[in-house]
């Protein structure tokens, strides 16, 4: 689809989610019923805990650390922390939350200890698909708007990787991962009216990013 | 307003209009200007063209084989942490410590019963060798001033009085033997001796260097009124 068109895609779909996106994330998730089984000891509950919020956590991990090993050994270091700190979860609370927030503090830890030594964060886009990690476009896809999609993914993925963590984290949670400012904030412990600040510069920097590059490609 | 003060004032509101996140007045601003902007309208483009890349992003999927290794790595982990013993994990977390709470809870309430019970029985004889009514004797109020000495003298307000200060059990000699408070007066041939024992038994005659005048301060002490 050309970006253009997907533009206005997009700006229609903002025209017509005005009124119907919900100002709140429910209280309770689904998944609390199973935390609260887990809480009692009841370890095939945890199992699936796992399995339900795993997704999540991985594509939350893959984002923010840049490659799919270090967001897998994020997703195992979350679940282990959410074992360990099961019993101080409240079952009435949105156990989904929950265990997103331990995946970003696990995922800022992580970043720390990168930059203390071992690899360098972010991975680069090249690095992940050469490896055979991320989708290639497929066959369909060999007009010259989806190359340009393409690049345009390749273009965003390391604007992300550029940005400060708190705009970068605030930019995942809501653009990507599709959540209500108010849940991320919720995620983040911060206010809604910060994260639509951060992620209103995120977006200012991507555009900027994706005009200088492709701009001068044109 | 002119166009250009227009663009300056809607440009800021762009990138949150493309996600959505203005008021609604705000966001009507906003469309309007864009119906007459093109330079806006295209910056509002790109902005939602960027939003659009990112909900299309790929997302990463772990094929059940992995997602069944990730899960049996952290159980492996957990295990690790567990030391090998069915202990679980969590219990490190409050429903452990509310235990721990309790039984720290149980053995101070424990002591505190058992010292409330010993210091009981040592104070047992206190009270039946000193009953209430000779508790509440009063020393003398007027008298000498060797009296003011005597009436500092802390034994038999002690054994009145259930105080936390005056708990401490009375010297044993007190619990099994009279008590004997001699008072001297200004005159030689007075003296006031009060003799406290336990009850019921009989109280030992006095010397008889005091036989001869404490027979009815003797007799007061019994009868204070």
Not at chain 1, 16 to 26: H, K, L
Not at chain 2, 37 to 63: G, N
Not at chain 2, 189 to 198: C, E, Q, T, Y
Request: glycine share 6%; hydrophobic share 40%; net charge positive.
């Amino acid at each position: 689809m050309p970006p253009l068109a997907a533009a206005g895609l997009a700006l229609g779909r903002w025209h017509s989610n005005r009124g119907t996106e919900p100002r709140r994330a429910p209280a309770v998730s689904p998944c609390s019923a199973l935390a609260a089984r887990a809480q009692a000891g009841d370890d095939e509950a945890f199992d699936d805990l796992m399995r339900e919020t795993e997704p999540r956590v991985l594509a939350i991990g893959w984002r923010l650390l840049g490659t799919r090993d270090l967001a897998r050994d994020a997703a195992q270091e979350t679940f282990l922390r959410a074992y360990r700190y099961l019993a101080r979860f409240r079952p009435d609370r949105d156990f989904e939350a929950w265990i997103c927030r331990i995946t970003v503090n696990v995922c800022r830890d992580l970043h720390r200890r990168s930059r203390s030594g071992a690899p360098s964060l972010p991975v680069s886009w090249e690095t992940e698909r050469e490896a055979g990690r991320v989708p290639e476009p497929s066959a369909a896809a060999s007009s010259e708007a989806a190359l340009l999609e393409t690049e345009r993914t390749r273009l965003v993925l390391d604007a992300i990787a550029q940005l400060p963590p708190r705009e970068k984290a605030a930019l995942v949670l809501r653009d990507i991962e599709g959540m209500t400012s108010e849940r991320a904030a919720q995620i983040l412990g911060s206010t809604a009216g910060t994260i639509r600040s951060q992620v209103a510069t995120a977006r200012v920097k991507l555009r900027r990013a994706l005009e200088a590059k492709l701009g001068a490609r044109r | 307003m002119t166009n250009a003060r227009k663009c300056r004032r809607v440009e800021p509101l762009l990138a949150l209009a493309a996600g959505a996140d203005l008021s609604p007045a705000r966001s009507r601003v906003v469309e309007e200007h864009l119906r007459a902007c093109d330079d806006c309208r295209e910056a509002a483009e790109a902005f939602a063209a960027t939003i659009h890349t990112l909900r299309e992003l790929p997302a990463l999927e772990l094929s059940p084989e992995e997602s069944a290794q990730l899960r049996r790595s952290v159980w492996e982990r957990i295990e690790g942490e567990r030391g090998g013993s069915n202990v679980a994990i969590r219990r490190s977390g409050p429903a452990w410590g509310t235990a721990r709470w309790a039984a720290a809870a149980a053995v101070v309430g424990l002591a505190l019963l058992l010292h409330w019970r010993g210091a009981r029985e040592d104070r047992a004889p206190g009270p039946a060798a000193v009953p209430p009514s000779r508790a509440a004797i009063a020393p003398p109020r007027a008298g000498p001033p060797s009296s003011a000495a005597a009436e500092r003298k802390p034994a038999p307000r002690i054994a009145g009085r259930r105080t936390p200060l005056r708990a401490r059990p009375l010297p044993e000699p007190h619990a099994t033997q009279p008590v004997r408070i001699e008072l001297s007066t200004p005159d030689p041939d007075v003296r006031i001796v009060w003799l406290v024992g336990p009850a019921g038994d009989p109280l030992p005659p006095l010397s008889d260097e005091s036989a001869t005048s404490t027979d009815d301060t003797s007799t007061t002490k019994e009868n204070p009124e």
